[in-house]
């Protein structure tokens, strides 16, 4: 379920920060993400463009098993993300633990027609790479929650990532 921050909140709130200090507070603290960050191998890289913060950004999984979201040129991405503001602040306000739910929360945002929720997904490694930098372990972590949630789109058996792969596919 798409995610809309709350209307009580304080000075720091997710509506008066900035999408790249969001995410940054995300992808540190999100128990979710920082699953999916100890199954992706050193090197695994996304680019990122941001609706609202000027510049190229990346997400990078490091040796430590961390996610890393700096300013900086992506070297070798497997994704490409734009992303828009009101998308950020949607997946951030997910507190959840659960890779499974996380997962679907983000794939509703790529899947959505509100133009200012849609992350738009350029996908650039094959499958192999993918599977290689441990992006598919990812996917698998979400588990029975995921599987339903491609199979309502249409996506079935064990070829459903590749066909949604090649869906993104640039």
């Given at each position: ?61 490091t040796a430590a098993g961390q996610l890393t979201f700096e300013q900086a040129k992506a070297a070798d991405p497997d994704f490409e993300l734009h992303i828009?503001?009101?998308?950020v602040q949607s997946l951030c306000a997910s507190s959840s633990a659960d890779m499974g739910a996380l997962a679907v929360d983000f794939f509703e945002l ?61």
């Amino acid at each position: 379920m798409i995610a809309e921050p709350s209307a009580a909140e304080d000075s720091n709130s997710v509506s008066d920060r900035t999408s790249a200090a969001l995410l940054a507070a995300f992808l540190a603290t999100n128990p979710g993400a920082r699953t999916a960050g100890k199954s992706l191998r050193a090197g695994a890289e996304v680019a990122v463009t941001l609706g609202d913060t000027a510049g190229d950004w990346r997400v990078l999984a490091t040796a430590a098993g961390q996610l890393t979201f700096e300013q900086a040129k992506a070297a070798d991405p497997d994704f490409e993300l734009h992303i828009p503001p009101r998308a950020v602040q949607s997946l951030c306000a997910s507190s959840s633990a659960d890779m499974g739910a996380l997962a679907v929360d983000f794939f509703e945002l790529v899947v959505a027609r509100d133009q200012q929720l849609k992350i738009h997904v350029k996908v650039n490694s094959g499958l192999i790479k993918l599977t290689r930098r441990g992006w598919l372990a990812v996917i698998a972590q979400g588990g029975p929650k995921v599987m339903m949630w491609l199979a309502r789109k249409g996506l079935h058996g064990p070829g459903a990532i590749t066909a949604a792969l090649r869906k993104f596919s640039g």
